[in-house]
């Protein structure tokens, strides 16, 4: 019995010892992991406050917006300098538009104030909270200085994990997780990557890589930082040029003496208005995003073209649908162009199962919208993933035989769009489409833009008679006709 006991004791002992050691490793190891991150603070980010970090960077920035193509960037050079220490990140440069129109921005940020002056522009941009926010981390864009720096003042809120050739910390700017990979070897940084929600992309990741390092006198730094961001669907390249170090005398801004962040930017009030075109033909107008979506009822089912932004305007269009035909499904969804007005809401009638009608031109960007993870803000496909059912349409697609709709493609011959497609009733010689019409509500009118050309070319050659044109976007901004007579468009040409 007592030998039992001495044997009981013996095991409490080395388990106690056992946990002692265990916990000494863990210490140990996360002492080693910050100690990782202030070294690499020591190569990276070493100066004193009186002095200034600063170098020249050329950059090649790209950015999708309303182009020819889905996933289309236009280009942009910048030329600049930066200036950085822990307490301030200063930015002057110059942006290059197709080798011609020049025009500059500045930035200075430091603890609680961000000011920009934007390029073009004459006055400081106000900026809001997550503005501020976002600064910090954009400003590792060019150097991890001021980014690094925070998570060596935070490194009490760090998540740290341990990778085969990195270590990772992760903290909280804000609501974005940004996360720091360095290197287990050499101490430097290899990435930094953040996640933020795109209403049309979903959930993002956005990578800084830092490549190709050199030394100055004192500091490693990335000769050229690669940003891959959308999931690496657009790269952006900057190199960086003489590293050095001034004594911390650089002003490029005044601040203002009534200077503050502004709260953040609230979403505008949601309207919305259905109209009734004749027994089949209806139109909600969605005040908030200046867009008119056509809802026709067919016999037994309904189609919807348009639907701008995102999800959320998506399902706003579906419950007004449901008002006109509550037992009806909604069969197809089209989208005139790939542009984010006219196809932002496609998940919610990828949800509802509706076939969509594309061309093979924005298939593949369909594809890829419908299959965009939405964790950080959910919709209902996040919620209830379905199968994406589409039909691309060649040159034409009738639809109907007593209410009868056509629609057709017209593609580059809109001037606008790769993929455009125009929607026309014969029995009412109407015409739905896009933006392609820019006739004025009040005065003369003026000669036909491009897109207009291209509208009045593709209904000559398609032979179509049409009365009554009606444009989807834009309603009020621009002070032009939804409902346009065919004759307005034909003045302008002729
Ligand atoms: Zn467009």
């Not at 400003?139 to 001021?146: L, M």
């Not at 009734?276 to 009822?297: A, C, G, S, W």
């Not at 009638?349 to 964790?375: D, G, Q, R, W």
């Not at 455009?420 to 000669?447: A, H, M, R, T, V």
Request: proline share 3%; net charge positive; with cysteine.
């Amino acid at each position: 019995m007592k030998n039992k006991n001495n044997y009981c004791v013996l095991l409490i002992k080395q388990t106690k010892h056992l946990l002692v050691i265990a916990v000494l490793l863990v210490v140990i190891q996360s002492c080693s992991k910050t100690t990782q991150l202030q070294s690499c603070w020591n190569k990276q980010a070493d100066t004193t406050d009186k002095n200034l970090i600063t170098f020249f960077f050329k950059e090649e920035l790209n950015k999708l917006g309303h182009n020819f193509e889905p996933w289309e960037k236009t280009k942009y050079s910048i030329i600049g300098n930066i200036w950085v220490n822990q307490n301030r990140f200063l930015k002057l440069d110059t942006l290059t538009i197709n080798s011609k129109a020049k025009y500059y921005s500045k930035i200075e940020y430091s603890k609680n104030t961000l000011l920009h002056l934007d390029y073009g522009n004459k006055e400081l941009s106000s900026i809001t909270n997550d503005i501020y926010l976002k600064q910090l981390i954009k400003s590792a864009r060019y150097t991890p200085v001021y980014l690094l720096n925070h998570f060596v003042e935070n490194s009490n809120k760090l998540d740290i994990n341990t990778g085969v050739i990195n270590n990772v910390y992760s903290i909280n700017i804000g609501k974005i997780p940004v996360k720091l990979f360095i290197n287990k070897s050499t101490n430097l940084i290899d990435k930094i990557t953040y996640l933020t929600y795109d209403e049309l992309y979903g959930d993002v990741i956005t990578s800084y890589l830092y490549l190709s390092y050199k030394k100055s006198k004192t500091l490693s730094y990335p000769s050229k930082i690669e940003i891959k961001k959308i999931n690496g669907k657009v790269v952006d390249k900057v190199e960086i040029f003489r590293l050095n170090t001034t004594a911390d005398k650089i002003q490029l801004l005044d601040k203002p003496d009534n200077y503050k962040l502004i709260a953040s930017k609230k979403n505008g009030k949601i309207k919305v208005k259905t109209e009734k075109f004749n027994d089949f033909i209806y139109f909600i107008n969605l005040v908030h995003t200046e867009d008119k979506i056509m809802v026709v009822e067919f016999e037994d089912f309904m189609l919807v073209a348009e639907a701008p932004l995102n999800s959320k305007n998506g399902e706003l269009i579906i419950s007004e649908v449901k008002k006109i035909a509550p037992l009806k499904p909604i069969k197809y969804f089209v989208f005139g162009h790939h542009h984010p007005h006219y196809l932002g809401g496609i998940r919610a009638f990828v949800h509802k199962e509706a076939t969509v009608l594309c061309t093979n031109i924005s298939k593949e960007y369909v594809e890829y919208i419908a299959k965009a993870p939405h964790t950080i803000q959910p919709d209902s496909l996040q919620f209830e993933p379905k199968k994406l059912k589409t039909k691309t349409i060649q040159d034409s697609f009738i639809i109907g035989k007593e209410n009868q709709l056509n629609i057709y493609f017209i593609g580059a011959k809109s001037e606008h769009t790769k993929d455009y497609l125009i929607y026309y009733f014969p029995k009412e010689k109407l015409l739905f489409q896009d933006d392609l019409c820019w006739i004025p509500k009040e005065g003369s009118i003026g000669k036909a833009n491009a897109r207009q050309r291209g509208l009045y070319n593709s209904i000559k050659e398609l032979k179509l008679n049409v009365k009554t044109i009606i444009q989807s976007w834009p309603v009020e901004s621009h002070k032009v006709k939804t409902i346009i007579p065919f004759q307005d468009l034909e003045k302008s040409i002729k």
